[in-house]
């Protein structure tokens, strides 16, 4: 029997095989890395809240630009547009601290977004440098998308908090005058400009970036509906950056002939049936 076991080639230091009826020990270390692999699902659950309120900004995005653009129908629409989210319509007269607490809320959700979408920066040049060989190597137009989109959420953690600050700390200052008094005169748009370019294109590649990684509009064919997204994605931005960029051209003319009268408000009076515009 000796002779048989030596001959099979089996190491010495084979551990002893648990007896018939008897479970096997399992390592204490075992256990641990059992336990921090249930620990696991938070990177998930924070790329769905990453999603969600990613996607919550870029609906606001989308109607915050619809909303200031009534100003090329005409001074009056921007006017009632703004007076109309002071909840005129619910208290009586304008309450301007309303447009506070919803700014409040979007800024809340942005600080949340660039947050949480830091966790996926390099953190070290190391990092960086290893990124940027990989990025290299595989030459895919998406991984260039994502490193475009962060730069631009970078560049918007500053630029849009200066924004959302202004329209949290002076709610009553939105208006036709009031705006582009800010814009020209204040020189506020220098700012707006490189806000315009970095939003809308943060945005679209967004979009863009959550359709592909949630199924959004899946087909049968993945290369086809990555083709369709990605038209999708370049007229969501060539819209709204055209109608973005007209309709500050519009406010910068409104601001250089009000110049002589910066700081007057604009409130439109009405004779009889017939709104008079100031």
Known sequence: ??????QTGLPADIPDLPAPGRAAAIPVSATRAGARLRKSRWPARLDLLQSVSGLFLALFLVAHMFFVSSILISKDAFHTVARFFEAAWLFGKPQPWVVSVV?????????????????????SFRQYRVFSEHKAQLRHSDTGLWWIQLWTGFAL??????HLYGMLTQPELIGPYESADRIW??????????????????????????????GAFEGRDPVHTRRRLRVAKTCFSVFFLGLGLVTLLAYVQLGIAHAD???????PSVVGNVAVRN
């Open 1 to 6: 029997m000796t002779g048989s076991i030596e």
């Open 103 to 123: 700014v409040g809320v979007v800024f809340t959700v942005f600080v949340l977004h660039a947050w949480l979408a830091m966790r996926k920066f390099p953190a």
């Open 157 to 162: 953690f500053f630029l849009g908090s200066v």
């Open 185 to 214: 005169t204040g020189t506020m748009w220098p700012l707006y400009l490189l806000l315009l370019f970095a939003v809308e294109i943060h945005g679209s590649l967004g979009l863009y970036r959550l359709a592909l990684k949630w």
């Open 261 to 267: 009268q910066a700081g007057q408000r604009y409130a």
